[in-house]
């Protein structure tokens, strides 16, 4: 996955963001999840340990 992306609006970027955030939460150790928080301009995929 591109780890920065650009996006003409905020919507775009946050269902992405989103979308990105589900599928690793489905697909990965299931140790870990992904989460998407706003920082300033930015969306990122935050991770927790479960």
């Not at 775009?12 to 998407?36: P, R």
């Amino acid at each position: 996955m591109k780890t920065i992306k650009s996006f003409e609006n905020r919507d775009d970027a946050m269902v992405e963001a989103q979308e990105w955030a589900e599928e690793m939460n489905e697909t990965f150790c299931k140790k870990h999840s992904f989460h998407v928080v706003e920082e300033g301009n930015d969306l990122i995929i935050k991770v927790g340990m479960n």
